[in-house]
DNA sequence: GTGAAATGTATTATAAGGTAGACAGGTATC
DNA sequence: GATACCTGTCTACCTTATAATACATTTCAC
C-alpha cells in the first residue's frame, strides 16, 4: 500500500502486522501489546519494531496514543470480495461490481512439462499462453495465467481475450465444457506478480490451479490464478450429511439462480443469522461493497 | 527448513525460489536463469542472490553445476496431501497415514468479537479456546485454533481433545453438528505459527475459518486453521452445468466410500473421472509419499 | 578450438539497518 | 499523588548486508 524504502526486519513486521490487522486477526479497537512486548516476540529492537508501526501508521491502520498504547484503527478490515467455491465471478457482475481485465502478455509457447502433462498434449505440441490481471472497481485482485492448446487457442482472438472471460470465449467456440479439477493453495508474490497486483514482494497469495476438460476428456483449459487474499477469498456452504459413524460434509450447491447474498460471513456470522428459529444464516447483507 | 542466520535480502529471495521449486512452479531438471538474471530481476546483486542459493544448495534443492548453470534438484517437489473441499482427515486414515495432534493451549477464554459473533454468543459469554498442531508422519501440517461455547466445551476432557477429532467429541456429546460455513484465503506465519509448523516467519499459509452450527442455528465450533500449503492444500472437482447462458460449476459430490485415489491432479487430473479414450495424462502417478 | 556464458572465488568500500540505552512526556490505575 | 507503563525522541555505535569489480574455471554450442 505503501511503498516507502524501509528496512527489512521492519518491512516484515510491518507486513505481518498488517495482515492481521487487514484480515480482522487483531481487531479493530485493541490495543497492540506494548513495544517492547512486540520487539521480544518478533526478537528485534524496539526501534525496529517502532518503524514497523510507523508504517502502519501512515497507512492509517493503527492510532498511536502516547501514554496509552497503539491501538488498531476502526473500519479497515477490508471484506474481500467473496467467490463460491465454483469461483464464478458472474455474480460480481450481477452485483453491479465492475470487473476490467488487464491483458499482460499472450503468445505461443512450449508449455512446461506440468501444464502439458496436465492438458495431455504430445510431446511439442504448443499452448497458448495469456497472462492477464483482473481488477474490481480499479483495484487488481487477480493474476491468471492460462494455457490453452493451440488449435483451440486460435479460435479467438487477442482481443477476445482481453474482453471477454476465457471460458465464454472457448464455448463460443463450440468447445463444450464439461468437468474441472482444481486445487486451492498458497504462495509469496514474485517480483511479477507482486507489481502486477500492486503488493510487495514477499505477500501472501491464493493460489488456484485448474484444469479444465471437455466430455472427451481433452484438456481444454489449464488456469493458475493467483489472487490477493485482502480482496478475494474463496467461500463455501457445507452440510453434515451421512449416517452415524461415517458422516461428513457435503458442499451446499445452490440453485443456478444469482444470490445476492454475498458477504464475509467472518465478522458477522450468523449472529443475525442465527437470531432463532434459524432464519438466514445470512447476516448483515454487507455486499462486498468497497 | 534449515534456520542457518542469513541476510535478510538474500532470505527473501531464498523463500521465494524454495517456494518456486517446492510448489513445482520451477519444474525438477529444468535450469534457473543465470545469477545475473536473477539479480537484475529481483533488483540486487549478484552476491546476494549467491547466497540465496547458497541455502537452496544445502537444502538440497538445486544442483550448481559450474559452466553450466544452476539446475533443480529432481525429486524434491512434495506432492501436499489432497484435502477434499470437505475437508475429511479420515481418508488420510484410510491410506494408512498417521496424523498425531499436539495439543498446545486449553483454556476458557472471552473470545474476541468476531469469534463471539460468529458463534451467536451473548456478550460476557466464554469459550473454550483450543490450540493444536497436527501431524503427519510426525511432519507439523496444521495449526488450529478452535473455540467452543463453554457449555458445549465442558462435555469433554483436555485430554480428549488430545486424542480425538473435535467433531467427534461434538457429535459424541450428543451435538448434532447440521452446516458449516467457511471461507479460504493465505496469510503469512507470525513467531508462534512459525515456530509450531517448522516453518519461517514470513512463510505463506492456507487460511481456512469455518463455523459450524447445530440444526437450531446455534454455533458450536469455530474454527481457524492455518496450513502449510506444500503438505497440505484442497482439492475439487466441478461439473459444468447448467443451461447455455447461465453455465456454471457445480461441485462433484463424491460417494461415501474411501476413495484411495488421492494425488495432486496437478499432474494427472481427473483420471478416473474421465477414463476414456484418451491416453493418460497421468505422468508419473506419484502420489503423496513421502 | 574459440567464444559465450555459466558458476566459483576474492577483495574492497560503502551504506544501511539494526542495537542499546537513556530520557521526556503522556495516561491510567490504585 | 505515586507508580507503572506506554509512546515519542535522540544519540551513538556497531555490525554486516550489499554493491561493485575483477578474475579464474568449467561447460556447451558452433
Known amino acids: 500500500m505503501v511503498d516507502a524504502v524501509e528496512p ?56 498511536r496514543r502516547p501514554g496509552s498504547g497503539t491501538f488498531v484503527r476502526e473500519g479497515n478490515s477490508v471484506q474481500p470480495i467473496v467467490a463460491d467455491l465454483s469461483n464464478v465471478l458472474s455474480h460480481l457482475v450481477e452485483m453491479g461490481r465492475r470487473t476490467s481485465v488487464r491483458l499482460l502478455s499472450f503468445a505461443y509457447v512450449n508449455p512446461s512439462e506440468s501444464v502439458a502433462g496436465a492438458l495431455g498434449l ?24 492460462t494455457h490453452v492448446p493451440e488449435r483451440i487457442g486460435v479460435t479467438y482472438s487477442e482481443a477476445d ?32 506478480v507482486a507489481d502486477a497486483l500492486g503488493l510487495e514482494i514477499g505477500s501472501p497469495l491464493l493460489s488456484l490451479t485448474r484444469v479444465v476438460w ?38 451446499v450447491v445452490k440453485p443456478t439462480t444469482a444470490r445476492p447474498e454475498l458477504q464475509k460471513y467472518k465478522a458477522k456470522g450468523p449472529k443475525s443469522l442465527k437470531p432463532k428459529p434459524r432464519p438466514v444464516r445470512v447476516s448483515t447483507q454487507r455486499r462486498t461493497s468497497t
Chains 1, 2 share one sequence.
Open 161 to 192: 481475450l482481453a474482453s471477454m472471460p476465457l471460458l465464454g470465449l472457448l464455448e463460443r467456440s463450440g468447445i463444450v465444457v464439461d468437468e474441472a479439477s482444481q486445487s486451492i493453495g498458497a504462495t509469496l508474490a514474485g517480483p511479477d
Open 122 to 145: 504430445e510431446p511439442g505440441e504448443r499452448a497458448q499462453r495469456s497472462i492477464r490481471v483482473r481488477l474490481i472497481d480499479g483495484a487488481p485482485f487477480s493474476y491468471l495465467v
Open 214 to 251: 471437455d466430455p472427451s476428456g481433452q484438456g481444454v483449459e489449464h488456469l493458475h490464478a493467483l489472487y490477493r487474499p485482502d480482496r478475494y477469498s474463496f467461500h463455501m456452504d457445507l452440510v453434515r450429511t451421512g449416517a452415524v459413524g461415517a458422516r461428513r460434509w457435503n458442499p
Open 8 to 63: 527489512l526486519k521492519a518491512r516484515r513486521i510491518y507486513l505481518l502486522l498488517r495482515e492481521r490487522i487487514l484480515n480482522g486477526a487483531l481487531e479493530p479497537g485493541s490495543r497492540l501489546p506494548g513495544e517492547l512486548s512486540i520487539a521480544a516476540e518478533y526478537g528485534v529492537s524496539r526501534v525496529t519494531v517502532r518503524r514497523a508501526l510507523d508504517t502502519l501508521a501512515i497507512d492509517g491502520l493503527i492510532d
